[in-house]
């Protein structure tokens, strides 16, 4: 199998390749910095929602134990509430790390 290696485009009348202009760098503005710093910081509403959501979910999948079924498979119930637990745990400990800062 031969590999075909992309070419630029050649103008038509002379079969010369365009020149190439050197692009200009941008100025990093310091929003931009502060990103890249904290790429996947949450919000406390969006922390909050994660806790009590996941928490909610794993007290109720452990309550219910093997008796949740759906179209004939048993879903094991203390395997979602330790997955969710760990979920809710997270973000728990997240809110608790910030609870000093504001968001």
């Not at 390749?17 to 941008?26: D, E």
Request: proline share 11%; no cysteine.
């Amino acid at each position: 199998m031969t590999r075909i290696s992309p070419r630029p485009a050649r103008h038509s009348r002379t079969g010369q390749h365009p020149p190439t202009a050197p692009v200009p760098q941008a100025h990093p503005s310091p929003a931009r910095k502060e990103a890249r710093r904290n790429p996947l910081r949450p919000s406390k509403p969006a922390l909050w929602f994660l806790f009590l959501f996941n928490l909610a979910v794993a007290v109720a999948a452990g309550a219910a134990g093997n008796h949740l079924r759906i179209h004939g498979h048993t879903i094991h119930g203390a395997q979602i509430a330790a997955g969710m637990g760990v979920v809710a745990l997270g973000a728990g400990a997240a809110l608790f790390l910030r609870r000093g800062k504001r968001a």
